[in-house]
């Protein structure tokens, strides 16, 4: 072969070696787009709000002792004025595509007064995930993904902390404490940025979206999953309601 | 024929058949799914089930019940919380069995069968080829198996709370007990530390493992976060004093 | 059950007409066994206890494998804590029952010269019902097993099967002491065997024509048994001390005294199409009272009794496993030779000495079916008698079978059986010609 053209593949060659390994192994897909339009989200329960339902701390003596005074209720289905549902989960199911960067900002996972606050957790695959004890008394951090790899890790010092990160996404999974029977959070992990979880007004708001059609999923522990489409121009602001039934 | 074709002969088919037995090259076979197959159809199916789904005939008679392979989630392992075993840590589960359950200890078999076996059960779980399995467990060596290493054990046990589930003398009578779940919903109860005898093997190290890495698919978390490398044998120590059995101090591996 | 194979005499009558009395009698027995099921062929028993099925004990059943082995060398425990009746579903029964219904045929031919003569032939169908068997653990070191063998119409044939066994004394499993009227630890067992004709293994039970002793080295001997193995069975030795079976009546206990030594190593292979090879060795001595019975209460004629004259069999055994490990091909070859002492032949001039043994292959090319074949040969070396050609009574024995199971399961297991077996005896017939005897098992083994 002669030498100029044997340089000239070498330089290929190399040059495409280079250019696979820089790309950070997912396919030279584009950064995800973003905008200006808004979704405001309200989660809201129809008909009258169940009772609320107390929990038998009594297996953990620090459990049954802080919770002596002030009660501890079901977080499964929280309800607060005029029926808006706390704690429910609403994401963008469809209409974006991209990759979006992980924030490096961690995402905390408390284990305090033997609940997990919070109850509900959206974040973006790859974010770091501070579990903290606050209790001084011993948790269990038992997550159940199916697609993300599980752990389970013995917490019993108070002011323990350890950060955890689930790499892929994934609809919503459980997490439990199996020492405290009654403790339950659950997460589910995006590939977007596009998610939140209702707050004590039940309302979310879903920003920095880019003009196109979406499908917003809402779900909720006890009452399932909702789907609407929405369809939003550039940096146009919607609002729209998801009314579950009692 | 003549005596010198007759000579060639046999010894051309004398080589035949040594050259016929002896390996191809000095390696090891790689594992085979293929021979596996046969394997787990002959000793494996009727717990693990054809589908490798733990629901094999014997399933709905025995607790705990047979392993679901189809999650990659294993017990005994040498690997973090959460992790894909080693191979093996698989080898020594099949090679020793679980004592008090109806796993049973495949020692008698040839090794070739059990690498073979496993090879097959990788293919009922995805997550053998998307995951790799993380780093194993560093064991220190064991210190003397003092009176002041047990009291020092006993400390480690209560400043993790050991008791919640399994009790204060290890029973297995904690105030968590009876709400325990594994990962399949199947309801399950702590171990007795008492019995003598421990699942995963019957050494300290096999003891070291278990509340080190915990047990993937049941509550028993690993508390490598929160114990010392220096503390955990004092803890190994501890809880092989709370077994009345003689057996349970010894070190030795007792092999079934 | 002890057989008694022909060519073995019972007594020092005449020729002419002991050798009819044995033609008859081995044909009788023939029939006998192949009418009765084998003792403790497998134990359905523990695949409910377990858990497990058939196949995980039994290589090819009722041919056990390595697990297997190993597991009744532990004494019927997998020593997991789960084998103790305290452990154990309180609904689970240590017993069980195999059934054998098949069709049966036999011919029985001698050859001379001049032509062949049919001396009996016969088919019919038999029940071949049933054996109940009681095997299992008792404790921590402890097992037992009791087969009582039933013919046909409820009748008790012979000894029961009938064992003790202290296991893994001293927690070693060098040690485990077995007491009980039992089959020796032998190359291939009898009740284990895959021939359900009866034919083959002759070598076990052979004398040289002529001696008295009745000693057969397959059959069940009552004595106590000394057994040690390695972890997981690779390395293994026994030693059994008994009072041979069948000996003739007499005044003082264990007049017939015997022991039977036998050892084996397997080799595990982890490359190549030979997944293992084993070898061993094994011998008996054994001795046999010489004159006739004494009257009761005689003294001169016990004292008589007391001469016991030496037989001895003396031989190894190699065995090859071939292809997959879950799905072998299983070769073994045993060879041995056998040699009684002179006066054991009532006008023996010197000690009968014959060699013996067999080539079986068992071939097991998918979980359900097994097709086996076995050459088993017995021939004289040393007539005792001046008078006998060298080749009188030597035997050949071939055997052919297919065994296919119909299913699996941890709780029974059932399949169709055919057996072809051809022995051919050397002057074996009353009237000097050769005898061959075919013989045709067809049918079903059931399991519970």
Redesign the interface.
Same mark, same amino acid.
């Given at each position: 072969m002669k030498p100029l053209t044997l340089l000239a593949a070498v330089a290929t060659t190399t040059a495409l070696l280079a250019h696979i390994s820089s790309s950070n192994g997912v396919a030279s897909a584009a950064q995800g787009p973003t905008g200006t339009a808004r979704i405001v989200v309200k989660v809201v329960l129809s008909g009258p709000a169940p009772p609320a339902v107390k929990v038998q701390t009594s297996a953990d003596p620090y459990c049954a002792k802080v919770h002596q005074a002030d009660p501890l209720f079901s977080q499964t289905v929280q309800v607060g004025t005029d029926g808006a549902l706390i704690d429910s989960l609403v994401f963008v199911k469809d209409g974006v595509s991209g990759t979006y960067a992980a924030p490096k900002t961690p995402v905390t996972l408390d284990q305090k007064g033997c609940v997990y606050i919070p109850h509900v957790i959206g974040m973006m695959a790859g974010q770091p995930l501070e579990i903290l004890n606050s209790d001084p008394t011993l948790h269990n951090i038992h997550p159940l993904p199916v697609v993300n790899a599980g752990f389970n890790i013995g917490m019993p010092v108070q002011g323990m902390k350890q950060t955890r990160v689930f790499q892929k996404p994934e609809p919503v999974f459980h997490v439990k404490c199996d020492v405290h029977s009654w403790m339950s959070a659950y997460v589910a992990t995006f590939a977007h940025p596009f998610f939140g979880v209702s707050n004590k007004q039940g309302t979310v708001e879903l920003t920095n979206l880019p003009a196109g059609t979406f499908q917003i999923q809402a779900w909720h522990e006890k009452y399932g999953v909702q789907v609407q489409s929405v369809s939003l121009s550039a940096g146009e602001t919607k609002q729209i309601t998801f009314t579950y039934k009692g | 024929m003549s005596s010198k074709l007759t000579k060639r002969l046999s010894v051309g088919s004398a080589l035949c058949v040594v050259m016929w037995t002896l390996p191809a090259s000095a390696a090891d076979e790689p594992p085979s799914p293929r021979r596996g197959a046969d394997v787990y159809r002959r000793y494996c199916i009727t717990c693990h089930g054809e589908r490798g789904d733990g629901a094999g005939e014997f399933a709905p008679y025995t607790t705990p019940k047979p392993r679901d392979f189809r999650q990659g989630t294993f017990k005994w392992r040498s690997t973090p919380s959460g992790s894909l075993p080693l191979v093996s840590d698989l080898e020594r589960t099949i090679r020793d069995g679980v004592y008090w359950t109806v796993m049973p200890s495949f020692f008698p078999l040839n090794e070739r069968v059990r690498r073979d076996v496993i090879a097959y059960i990788q293919t009922f779980s995805p997550r053998w080829t998307s995951d790799q399995p993380g780093m194993p467990l560093q064991i220190p060596p064991e210190p003397a198996h003092t009176p002041d290493s047990v009291a020092k054990g006993r400390a480690v046990y209560e400043k993790q709370n050991c008791a919640q589930c399994h009790g204060d003398r290890g029973a297995g009578d904690g105030p968590a007990a009876k709400t325990l779940t594994d990962d399949w919903g199947n309801p399950t109860v702590p171990f007795d530390l008492t019995k003598g005898y421990m699942k995963g093997g019957t050494t300290g190290a096999d003891l070291y493992r278990v509340f080190m890495t915990g047990l993937n698919g049941t509550p028993m978390p690993s508390f490598v976060e929160s114990i010392a490398p220096g503390e955990a044998w004092d803890l190994v120590h501890y809880i092989q004093s709370l077994s009345a059995s003689q057996r349970a101090h010894s070190n030795q591996q007792v092999k079934p | 059950m002890n057989a008694t194979i022909p060519g073995n005499t019972l007594s020092s009558l005449d020729e002419g007409v002991h050798m009819r009395r044995a033609a008859i009698l081995s044909l009788s027995v023939f029939t006998l066994l192949v009418s009765l099921p084998r003792p403790a062929a497998a134990v359905p028993a523990f695949a409910r206890k377990? =858990?497990? $099925?058939c &196949?995980?004990c039994h290589e090819a059943w009722p041919v056990l494998n390595?697990?297997g $082995? @190993?597991f009744r060398d532990?004494g019927y425990r997998?020593?997991? =804590?789960?084998d103790e009746p305290s452990v154990t579903?309180p609904a689970y029964w240590p017993v069980y029952v195999l059934a054998e219904p098949h069709f049966g045929f036999d011919l029985v031919k001698s050859h001379t010269g001049a032509g062949d003569t049919t001396l009996q032939k016969n088919g019919q169908f038999q029940t071949g019902l049933a054996v109940l068997g009681a095997i299992g653990t008792l404790g921590d070191h402890a097992s037992y097993l009791v087969i009582p063998v039933a013919g046909i119409n409820g009748l008790t044939l012979g000894f029961p099967t009938a064992e003790f066994r202290l296991n893994n004394l001293f927690d070693s499993s060098w040690l485990n002491v077995r007491l009980g009227n039992t089959e020796p630890d032998l190359p291939v067992s009898r009740v284990r065997d895959l021939d359900v004709t009866g034919a083959g293994l002759n070598a076990y039970g052979y004398h040289t024509p002529g001696s008295v002793s009745g000693f057969d080295m397959g059959g069940n001997q009552l004595g106590v048994e000394f057994m040690g193995h390695s $972890?997981? !069975? $690779?390395t293994r030795y026994s030693v059994s001390v008994f009072n041979v079976t069948g000996s003739p009546e007499k005044n003082t206990n264990f007049n017939t005294p015997g022991v039977y030594g036998h050892a084996t190593h397997k080799f595990?292979? &982890?490359?190549?199409?030979?997944?293992?090879v084993e070898v061993g060795g094994f011998a008996s001595y054994t001795s046999w009272p010489i004159g006739l019975p004494a009257a009761t209460g005689s003294t001169t004629a016990a004292a008589a009794l007391t001469d016991r004259k030496a037989s001895t069999k003396y031989g190894g055994e190699v065995h090859g496993w071939f292809g !997959?490990? @879950?799905?072998p091909v299983h070769a073994i070859l045993t060879l041995l030779q056998g040699r009684d002492d002179r006066a054991l032949f009532p006008g023996g001039v010197r000690d009968g000495v014959f060699n013996g043994g067999f080539l079986e292959v068992i071939a097991n090319p998918i979980?359900p079916l097994v097709v086996y074949g076995r050459f088993d040969f017995v021939r004289n070396r040393d007539q005792a008698l001046p008078t006998r050609p060298q080749d009188f009574n030597d035997q050949t024995t071939y055997s052919v079978g297919i065994k296919h199971t119909f299913e699996f399961?941890?709780r029974a297991e059932y399949g169709l059986v055919v057996n072809y077996s051809l022995n051919q005896t050397k002057q074996g017939a009353q009237d000097g010609s050769d005898l061959s005897h075919h013989s045709l098992w067809a049918g079903i083994m059931f399991a519970f």
């Open positions: - | - | 377990y =858990g497990v $099925r &196949t995980v390595d697990f $082995r @190993a532990n997998m020593n997991l =804590g789960k579903d $972890r997981g !069975s $690779r595990m292979l &982890t490359r190549g199409p030979l997944t293992g !997959s490990d @879950a799905l979980l399961t941890t």
